[in-house]
Antibody
């Protein structure tokens, strides 16, 4: 059974940093692209960042480019999102999602339950 | 690329046929997917490649279209189908539409 478990969310002040993690199990992690998708309270889905199976291709939404860094450790079956210079508008539930293939331009076939990030002073 | 879903919300009854439209600002071939999200839950993949049903998804869901215009159809709405539906394009980078909330009439 595919499982994606996010962690690392919490309350953080504007301008500070936070690192999210996603622990994956139930599939061959290093065969698939992975993504972060966020959802602000009461709002729609926003793709944040994606990384191919071998970290060779990485993409970011314009809203986070230069502030967020995605990475993965295939030996640990883990995905990460380093979030710097956080803003109030980054407040959201952050989902980890598995791509359907190795490229990050494939649909997301499994999702975690999300970790909540709140940016407030 | 921009994705525009319509309507943004709709009210329907059990048994109704429901159609949701997603329009891309430029051609995306068939690189389009549909997701369902229920309150408090993670999204669920319904359809990919515009018209391919994800394994385990009921056959009352169907997708069509290519290029710029796409539709998601629920042939006979069931109580468990009341949710928000999102389209997603994967032609250049992953991008979601703004969502369509399907409510009980």
């Amino acid at each position: 059974e595919v499982q994606l478990v996010e962690s690392g969310g919490g309350l953080v002040q504007p301008g500070r940093s936070l690192r999210l993690s996603c622990a994956a199990s139930g599939f061959t992690f290093d065969d698939y692209a992975m993504h972060w998708v966020r959802q602000a309270p009461g709002k729609g889905l926003e793709w944040v960042s994606g990384i191919s199976w071998n970290s060779g291709s990485i993409g970011y939404a314009d809203s986070v480019k230069g502030r967020f860094t995605i990475s993965r450790d295939n030996a640990k079956n883990s995905l990460y999102l380093q979030m710097n210079s956080l803003r109030a508008e980054d407040t959201a539930l952050y989902y980890c999602a598995k791509g359907r293939g190795g490229s990050y331009l494939r649909v997301f076939d499994y999702w975690g339950q999300g970790t909540l990030v709140t940016v407030s002073s | 690329i921009q994705l525009t879903q319509s309507p943004s919300s709709l009210s329907a009854s059990v048994g109704d046929r429901v159609t949701i439209t997603c329009r891309a600002s430029q051609g995306i071939s068939s690189y389009l997917a549909w997701y369902q999200q229920k309150p408090g839950k993670a999204p669920k993949l319904l359809i990919y490649a515009a018209s391919t049903l994800q394994s385990g998804v009921p056959s009352r869901f169907s997708g069509s279209g290519s290029g710029t215009d796409f539709t998601l159809t629920i042939s006979s709405l069931q109580p468990e189908d009341f949710a928000t539906y999102y389209c997603q394009q994967l032609n250049s980078y992953p991008l979601f539409g703004q969502g369509t909330k399907v409510e009980i009439k």
